[in-house]
């Protein structure tokens, strides 16, 4: 009797971990995949209630990122910067375009996802989620890590000696 | 002498009159022009402001004596100004003893939110000498004239608003006068040779 109510209950949960398995694949599967890598976000310096994140992003079939949210901030928009006879100007953007196949890099002086009403700080060596809306691919979610509050890439506080041809990215 | 003849004087001397007028006006808005011509090439000037970690009213002469590095910027700004403002301070980590003839200053062009409570202990993430300044309204103005600096809002699709405005770091020798001013294209280390290279 035991025995048997243990194998149900066995069967039970293979059931239940096989259609969870299948439900996850059907989902990013059904559309075109991304690859999401190096996450980033700068420490945020003083009181900020704002700060920036920077991913890379691969669509092999080509996609739009559409949209973003973390639950570290009120707001996550995306936002491109771009440089005009000295003045730098912000705009929020529907989309961020990605060619197929191509990797688009979200960094400093170009496109990043501006986040709003942080709820507390971003500080350097911890690191985040964030869940990231593709037009086709559905949602990814990612893990941002932190780095000091000038990192101008991906490596956190190390990134100085790129400077030179990061530059403050004003080719936005 | 007819009559005809006074009045066709009369109608002279104040036609003459007019010219006179005319050439006058015209002379003065070219000397106007000019003067104005000039003083557009002018970058920096008197400012008072209020410094964001001790709350004091300072002015251009609270620095006298010292290299003036000037960026006007703003804490709502997520990319462009943590940018400049990070690759300063790594090219004052460069200079040595030099740093100490150095008053690196952040103004901010949005007095709005920045106010002193906001813009405490933002500067000085980037380098403990980075002095933040805010202002009332006019006083802002007032130095953003002075620096030709270029700041608008603009409004954003939630209510909000973000600013426009000219991101350069200016250098100001110890006698207030413009040296030379450094874009987002200029990099830590020319920053450094530059300042260096300045610094007696």
Request: charged letters at 15%; a neutral charge.
């Amino acid at each position: 009797m035991q025995f048997r109510r243990f194998l149900f209950s066995g069967l039970a949960a293979l059931i239940a971990v096989g259609g969870a398995a299948v439900a996850q694949q059907a989902q990013p599967a059904a559309a075109a995949k991304v690859e999401v890598t190096q996450a980033w976000a700068r420490a945020t310096p003083g009181k900020s209630t704002i700060g920036a994140a920077y991913v890379t992003v691969t669509a092999p079939a080509g996609d739009k990122l559409i949209g973003a949210s973390t639950p570290v901030a009120g707001k996550a928009q995306l936002h491109q910067h771009t440089m005009e006879n000295g003045v730098m100007k912000m705009r929020q953007v529907d989309a961020v375009p990605l060619p197929a196949g191509q990797a688009v890099t979200l960094s400093p002086g170009g496109y990043h996802i501006m986040l709003m009403d942080l709820k507390a700080p971003l500080v350097a060596g911890q690191s985040f989620p964030l869940t990231l809306t593709f037009e086709k691919a559905g949602t990814v979610e990612t893990k941002v890590m932190v780095g000091g509050v000038g990192a101008s890439g991906p490596g956190g506080t190390m990134a100085p000696m790129d400077m030179g041809h990061m530059n403050m990215g004003s080719k936005g | 002498m007819s009559r005809a003849n006074n009045f066709q004087i009369g109608g002279l001397v104040a036609l003459a009159g007019l010219l006179l007028v005319g050439i006058l006006l015209a002379g003065g808005l070219v000397w106007d022009r000019y003067q104005g011509a000039s003083s557009t090439t002018k970058i920096g000037g008197p400012f008072e402001l209020v410094d964001a970690q001790t709350g004091q009213t300072v002015t251009d002469q609270s620095y006298k004596g010292k290299w003036l590095l000037i960026y006007f910027g703003y804490t709502h700004c997520p990319d462009a100004c943590p940018t400049a403002l990070n690759d300063l301070s790594l090219a004052l980590d460069k200079l040595g003893d030099k740093r100490r003839e150095m008053a690196p200053l952040f103004i901010t062009i949005d007095p709005d939110r920045d106010t002193a409570d906001v813009m405490k202990d933002y500067a000085a993430s980037f380098a403990p000498d980075i002095v933040g300044l805010t202002g009332s309204a006019e006083q802002i103005t007032k130095a953003e004239k002075e620096f030709r600096v270029y700041a608008a809002k603009h409004p954003t699709k939630d209510g909000g608003y973000d600013m426009d405005h000219s991101s350069v770091i200016y250098v100001m020798d110890p006698a207030g006068h413009f040296v030379t001013n450094f874009t987002h294209e200029t990099d830590p280390d020319q920053m450094a040779a530059k300042l260096m290279s300045l610094a007696s």
